[in-house]
């Protein structure tokens, strides 16, 4: 008597190759000399003329920097109001955010275009 149901007669098929893993982000670059770790935003704390001296780091990518040089907003509230503390939608909305704190950046003694340090 046979089997009621198909028998398998041939090979496993072969175990699928394992996709590539998924690109490291590299940290956000400020200039030569300041970094900030992936996914966040370089704010200028200290500017002499067009050069800025001095970078912190909002915890977000595409944030604001307000212009007290200690906190930022998330895009989508980008008005700062630095007095009471808060991120709104727009200036006449009411409705808004906790403003986040800078972190100081990263300092490096050298970096090149790419972000990377530099052997030199």
Not at 33 to 54: N, R
Request: hydrophobic share 25%.
């Amino acid at each position: 008597m046979e089997a009621s149901y198909p028998i398998k007669k041939g090979h496993n098929p072969p175990k699928p190759v394992p996709s590539p893993p998924s690109p490291v982000k590299p940290p956000t670059v400020c200039n030569n000399y300041y970094s900030c770790p992936k996914s966040s935003t370089c704010c200028c704390l200290y500017q002499y003329g067009s050069y800025c001296l001095a970078w912190g780091c909002c915890p977000l990518e595409a944030a604001t920097c307000c212009d007290d040089d200690y906190s930022c907003c998330p895009h989508d509230y980008p008005v700062c109001n630095v007095n009471a503390g808060t991120c709104l939608m727009s200036k006449d909305n009411p409705l808004g955010v906790e403003a986040l704190k800078r972190t100081p950046a990263e300092f490096h003694w050298a970096l090149d275009e790419e972000g990377k340090k530099s052997s030199a």
